[in-house]
């Protein structure tokens, strides 16, 4: 995993209650565990949907 420092504006109310529900030691753990989540969470869906193939529907 590659760190990179990124100057960003956030929701401080959300890191907060992301932090607290995580019982994360700092903003940077708690959100980078949500970043690691959606990433997951992305590329199962990826998976998923690979072979979902196409649907051809027709007017009646």
């Known amino acids: 995993m590659a ?5 960003i504006e956030l929701d401080q109310e959300q890191i907060n209650r992301i932090k607290t529900a995580l019982k ?3 903003e940077k753990e708690a959100i980078n565990a949500v970043l690691r989540q959606f990433d997951t969470d ?3 869906a990826e ?4 072979d979902a193939g196409s649907f051809d529907f027709s007017e009646v």
């Open 47 to 50: 998976e998923i949907l690979k």
């Open 24 to 26: 994360a030691r700092s």
């Open 3 to 7: 760190l990179v420092k990124k100057t």
């Open 42 to 44: 992305l590329m199962l």
